[in-house]
């Protein structure tokens, strides 16, 4: 007799946006931290003052630091593993604000030309992946060196006006320097907000504190060249009636850098543990929303197609 379990956990935690791509990062993570706290406390229950005492009173008193010099080694190496899968995760957490921003920015736009289905599909590849770069900037690497290694072709190929592709060249391109006017501006009027109520902020202490520009530019360069954004079959044929689940998959190509953990949590560069190159992972994060498109033509009655919106409002 065959049993059928109505709950499978494992399928459970495989759907799990926090989970996907990234399963064998958290049972390394658990473990890492696991051990690193037995050996912590199982340091601190020996800890004795007298051995300190006879280290520095006795030659032979040294020999109580050789378990720890032997040892050394590995724990740095368990150290560095539990510093990788730290931001793998950070990184894994920023995927999946990024899908939901992508999702719903693709079911507003899939249906934003009622005259062309074509080109609310076009709005939907461009505002969805602006949505999933946004959303993966602040979790992105902010250094050149590594955009160089990862995306060598792509990055070859930003012009001189400031403006570079994505990974997908025939969606969009966006302006480095107003990305940075944009963050300068959110940033100042956040801490004269701070400052007008009096209440101390954590995050934002000085108005003028900001990150360097070639930084910031940076993060976002590699957030466009790593970032992806795939549909469904179904969604690209036409737009999803209301209440239709619409999927979304944002991939992100994360570069790792820890010495040792990042040859052992490399999932996508070539020669793979001894890859000359570089060495990333790829970082896949699946979402899906209930479409809350119109049910009629007319819509809401708000038209908000982009070529009358674009008279008042600029998008780009």
Known sequence: MNVVLAFNPFAAINQNPYVESVEDVWVVWAVSL?????????????????????????????????????????????????????????????????????????????????????????????????????GMTPFSSGYESHAKRVFPLLLAETVSSGEFPFSDPQIHTIALDQFFDLYSDMYVRLAQQHNETGKASAIIKQPNALAREGYVKNKLIYAGLATSVEFEDSFKQQAPVWNEDVRVTVKHKMHLHIPVAARVLNNDAPGGFLSPLYFARDIQTTVTLPSEACKDTPRLGVPYDPAFMSRYFNFN
């Not at 020999?63 to 010099?69: G, T």
């Not at 740095?76 to 995760?89: H, R």
Request: hydrophobic letters at 50%; glycine letters at 4%; one cysteine or more.
């Open 34 to 134: 696991f051990i690193l706290v037995a050996m912590i406390a199982g340091s601190v229950r020996k800890l004795r003052l007298h051995h300190f005492r006879r280290f520095f009173r006795e030659e032979k008193g040294a020999s109580y630091a050789l378990p720890y010099v032997l040892t050394f080694p590995f724990i740095l190496i368990l150290v560095c593993v539990m510093i990788q899968c730290t931001l793998i995760l950070l990184v894994k957490c920023g995927s999946v604000y990024a899908s939901y921003a992508a999702a719903r920015s693709a079911i507003v736009w899939r249906s934003s030309d009622p005259e062309s289905d074509a080109k609310g599909l076009q709005n939907a590849k461009y505002y969805a992946n602006r949505a999933a770069m946004l």
